[in-house]
Structures are given as C-alpha cells and as structure tokens.
C-alpha cells in the first residue's frame, strides 16, 4: 500500500483509512470521482408487443411520468440490460436520460449486489456450444485488458477501481437500500476497509459465509472452501425480511418429537427450551452452505465463475420485496437478474425443482458483448419473462473517446474529424490520402479505405459514394471499415460495388481501438462482415423466416480449436431473432430461436407470423454468432 503523500495530510489525519497509490493527488486532496454521464442507446427490445410500446409515450422518448416508489403513478418499466464500462453507466444512471424514459436514478436502487472480479487472471473465461461440441471461451481483448491488465495490474489500480464504482453505487441506492460484494480470500480483507469509509463502519450488517464443497486439490494449506460476501445498508433505516432455516439444518438439537429451542426470556437473556409446537425453523444464520453449479445443472451457462440462484435469490428475498428494483453492474452470467425475474429452487430429495416467484424490476450492466448474449437467453429462458431492453452507451462513448482522447479535449470538429480518421488508417496499417479525396481516407496495398464516423452508423449513400470515387479514379478494391452499420446494409451493397466494378469489403472496427493498452500491445484485429442468406415464405396473411445459408469471411481468423468442430454453416449460429414489422427504429424482437448447453440444436425456420392487415412490410433478421457478434438483414414483403 501506498504511503501518504506528504508531511501535511499525515500529521493532519483524523481516521483509520486504506491508502494506495492513486487515491490521493501530490498535495495531499482526495482525488474527485471522475463523473462522466452519457446518454444511452436502446438498440433492441424484448418480450414487449408493439402495440404496447407505441401507446407508451415513457417509450417514445417524452418527459417520463413517476416511476418509483412512494410516487403516485407507475407505468410500464422495462428492465434493462446494459452493455458497456460500469464506470460510465453508474454516473448516467445517476443523471437519468429523458430521451429513452429514465429518471435520474440517485437514491432509487434497493438493493445492488456485485460479484466483481478477485484480482485474478482467470475470472472471465466460459464455455460455449459448436455444433454437437463444446469448447473453451476466452474472453476478447478488450475484456483481457479491462479486467485484467487494469485492474489485476496491482492492488493499487484493483481499489482504485473498485473505490471509484462504490462510490457511484452508493449515490444509486435508495435511503433504506443494501449491497452485497461478493469476494473471496484474494481481496476480501481490503474491499471491507473500503466499504467502512464509503458506507460507515455503524452500517455493516452481516458478513456472510457462503461455504460449497468442491474437489480437493493437494496442497501445503487447510483447502478453501468458502467465499464471503459483505452485507452493507446505507442507512439504518433499511429493508430486511427475516429469513428462516430449517431445525435440521441449523445448530440446534433435536430430539424424538421435541426440539430444543434457543428464545430470549422477559429480561433479553437466552434460555433454551423445550417444544413440541410446529416451527417455521429458526433465524437463518450468516453461514449459508450451497452447492456450487455443477456441469449438468439446469442453470448452468458455462461461466466458470456463475453463481447460484439460490444463494442471489436468499439475499433477493431478504433485502427486497415485490416490485422493488435490484441491479447488478458486473453482471456475468445474469444470476441476479434471473433472482430478480422471480426465478428460484427448492431441493425435493436430490432433485432441484426451479419455480417462478415474485418478480422484482432490474437492472444489469457488463463490459462483455458474450455477457450481454448470455443473460438475453437466460431471461427468454425463464417462463412469463417480464418485458427488458439492452442498451449501450454507443455512439456517445465513442465520441467522448474521440473527442477527449484522440484529440485531448480539442472540440475543433474538422481537427477532431482529421485526427480521428488518421488514428483508424494508422491502426488499420495503411497510409493516410485524408486531404486527396472526398469520401476515400486511406490506401492498404492495392485497396482503398474509407472510414465510418465514431457516431453513426456506416450508412448505404455513404458507401455509394465511395464506390463512385473509386470508380472516377479507376481504384478497384474498397474497404470500410465501421462501428456500426444501416440496418438491412447488406442487401444492396454488392449489387453498387458490381456496378462500379468494385471489390468491396465491410470490415468491424473493434471497441478494442479504445483501449490504450490494446492499441499499444498492437492486439487490434479488424474483422470482415459475416454474410447472411435468407428466404421469406408466404402464404397468405402468413409469413416464416428460413436461414439459407451463414458463413465467416475470415476462415484464417478463427481459433484452430473451433475450426475441426464446425460441420455445417448453422454450427457458426447461437442465436436468431426476427422483427416481423421494423419501422427503422429499435430492433423489436418478436421471435427467437438459440442454443443452451440443455437444448443445443438451433431452428433454422421460424415459426409462422400472422400479419393483421394488408400492406408492405419490412422484416428484419438478426444473427448472433458462437462469438458474440450479430449481423442483421432487411427484406421487405407485400401481404395482400
């Protein structure tokens, strides 16, 4: 641990405090949390008709009524999924964003329980299905270097950034709301510390043991069998449903038909007695022995790190009730979510028998895309799963990025555009040609490269109108490299780039490009488009999605461990979804079909749609790959 900084704030402290290096400027001040709000994007909705959204105006970005409780009206909420840096959500949630119906949300989180990583190397791979196979997941760079580079680097960047994200995390609780942090023996003891400052030492509750059985291993120590979890209240005013256990299974003996029971007499001191009456247990204890997720269990996605919904769901159902919202923003699997959908498990014998309870509203955010797709499939997975949506920070992550570290705060826009453009040629490895052309930026051996702006999607004009100045200067090859692509792109742009005699290739410009020590460690790859066939069948009123065909451009790119495993194009697929009537908005789910490590096999035919009334309508595809990449295609169909 870092020492203090100087002379003057070590004569002058006042309390017991952690110090590492970073939590203090040179002259001895606390350093601010960095607030940094940006608004958000929906880019897709889930398990919610049409009708219903387009009548909601808390949905079509008005000023949102009451939400929350203690106010008088309530309507609809969506429960959310977030894709991006916590550190960024925490403080846009803080500030709320009109434009997609969020209030701001200070002081209106009831419970938060985190399971962050334990400053370990090893917390983040996973296991997913190719074909009948399954094979190991590491996690992509950017969540290599996220999690493990910057924070397991050293203790000091470990409590830096966990000192950071308690900090915003407190602001988002409600007055009579809970944490739980979930950790083990790596940095258990030092994350108590920080909660005593954030929290106050008079609000710690329980520490709780939560002890699992698991192989032995040898070794020169006592094994480790347990994890603890820190139970913290943000007032003492807080939210706690007495939990109960029962006789057997706590320390209490029993004996033929009485029991022995532990009561406090009229004077508060505790005398054992005898009973016969019939119980409902005794007071659940801070030591809770559940198993771990075995390989085969119902519940299991193939994080090596998920946990239990019993053990998610008992603080769940202690700390919330009914309606009350619950958030989690280091996410994994969605054990929490799925805790907070209502999802629990009771033991019949050796049976565990998973049932749905009353559901809670939430909220989760994680920095992987794969997290993000793993926890979408475990809520469809759940019956009667309440309407949610995912969100990310997008374009306006990318712009701040643009703006404040590309270009160091300079607001110039035509400086910002130039500097911006040459970073993505550099990292591209070709040669800028910026001030040449209109809409051409680089030149890679024989090709072209245009570049997409970092906040908005690369667009079918704009890619027109390179492939005509390609064509003007008699340049036979393209490539564009974007963000995010027009919705439907991929239908029309071969057919431009024929007629202009053309090679073209999309290419995906990775998040990776805004990681420094990516960029500096040269582990920025930019990957070409997958490329989607479809058929549309009608009959009638009625219409069905068939897939045709599915394959990745970039064979080379694949690990060699995947490659062998792939038998067919639809072996490349996790999961499907079709909008049955897009409006060139959010992506509105309708229908999906996908893959669980329970029931592997994926349709390749959606089910019939029935169309209401007559009229033109475009249906639009979306396909995740085994990599947590999607690509989306537009048809458009005329019902008679």
């Not at 493990?148 to 966990?162: A, E, K």
């Not at 700390?319 to 999802?343: I, K, P, Y």
């Not at 160091?408 to 970073?423: H, P, S, T």
């Not at 009123?541 to 451009?553: E, G, M, Y």
């Amino acid at each position: 641990m870092a020492e203090l900084p100087n002379q003057k704030l070590r004569a002058n402290a006042r309390r017991t405090e952690l110090v590492w290096e970073g939590k203090y400027d040179d002259a001895g001040n606390l350093r601010p949390i960095e607030r940094i709000a940006l608004p958000f994007q929906v880019i897709e909705t889930i398990n919610q008709s049409r009708a219903t959204r387009e009548r909601e105006p808390l949905l079509a970005g008005l000023p949102p009524l009451p939400l929350f409780e203690g106010e008088v009206e309530r309507p609809s909420w969506r429960n959310k999924l977030v894709w991006g840096d916590n550190k960024y959500v925490l403080a846009s949630l803080i500030e709320g964003d009109p434009t997609v119906g969020l209030k701001p949300m200070k002081g209106k989180i009831n419970l938060i329980y985190i399971d962050p990583p334990f400053d370990t190397g090893d917390d983040f791979s996973f296991r997913v299905k190719v074909g009948d196979e399954e094979v190991a997941k590491q996690p992509s760079i950017i969540e290599q270097k996220a999690y493990n580079d910057t924070w397991g680097r050293s203790t000091d960047s470990y409590l830096q950034m966990m000192y950071e994200r308690l900090v915003l995390m407190r602001d988002l609780l409600a007055d009579n709301g809970s944490i739980y942090v979930h950790l083990d023996w790596h940095v258990g003891h030092y994350v108590k510390l920080l909660m005593d400052e954030i929290f106050g030492r008079d609000n710690f509750r329980n520490e709780i043991v939560w002890w699992y059985k698991r192989w032995t291993a040898a070794s020169n120590n006592f094994q480790r069998m347990h994890d603890v979890i820190l139970f913290y209240s943000k007032t003492q005013n807080y939210k706690f449903n007495q939990l109960f256990q029962s006789l057997a299974s706590s320390t209490q003996a029993v004996h033929g038909d009485t029991r022995r029971i532990n009561v406090l007499d009229e004077s508060g001191r505790m005398i054992t007695q005898r009973t016969s009456e019939p119980t409902k247990g005794v007071q659940m204890h801070d030591v809770w022995e559940i198993p771990f997720v075995v390989e085969h269990s119902q519940e299991q996605t193939g994080y090596d790190t998920q946990k239990p919904v019993e053990l998610v769901g008992r603080i769940v159902d202690a700390s919330t009730n009914e309606g009350d919202l619950v958030a989690d923003f280091f996410m994994g699997s969605g054990a929490t979510l799925a805790a907070a959908e209502g999802l629990r498990v009771k033991k019949e014998g050796n049976r565990s028998i998973y049932y749905k309870d009353k559901p809670r509203r939430w909220i989760g955010c994680d920095l992987g895309r794969f997290a993000i797709h793993t926890t979408r499939k475990r809520l469809l997975d759940i019956p009667d799963c309440k309407p949610f949506e995912i969100l990310n920070l997008g374009k306006y992550e990318r712009r701040y990025w643009q703006v404040n570290v590309i270009n160091g705060g300079e607001k110039d826009d035509r400086k910002a555009v130039f500097e911006y453009l040459a970073f993505i040629v550099e990292l591209y490895r070709a040669q800028p040609v910026v001030n040449q052309f209109s809409h051409l930026h680089g030149r890679k051996g024989g090709r072209m490269v245009h570049v997409g702006a970092s906040d908005a999607p690369v667009t079918h004009s704009e890619i027109a109108d390179a492939l005509k100045e390609c064509s003007a200067n008699r340049f036979n090859a393209l490539d564009v490299l974007g963000w995010e692509w027009e919705m439907g792109l991929h239908d029309v742009y071969e057919s431009d780039a024929r007629r202009e005699g053309v090679d073209l290739r999309l290419l995906q410009i990775p998040r990776e490009v805004m990681d420094r020590r990516a960029v500096e460690a040269g582990d920025v790859h930019f990957y070409e488009l997958a490329h989607l066939e479809t058929e549309i069948v009608k009959e009638g009123r009625t219409a069905q999605v068939r897939l045709r065909n599915f394959f990745i451009p970039n064979p080379e790119l694949v690990p060699d461990d995947l490659k062998g495993k792939v038998k067919k194009w639809s072996d490349w697929i996790d999961y499907w979804a079709v909008d049955w009537d897009f409006k060139e908005d959010t992506f509105h789910n309708q229908w999906q079909s996908y893959r669980t490590r329970r029931h592997p096999s994926l349709k390749t035919e959606s089910d019939p749609h029935t169309y209401q009334n007559p009229g033109s309508y475009k249906v639009l595809v979306k396909v995740v790959d085994i990599f947590g990449n999607d690509i989306t295609k537009v048809v458009e169909i005329v019902i008679g």
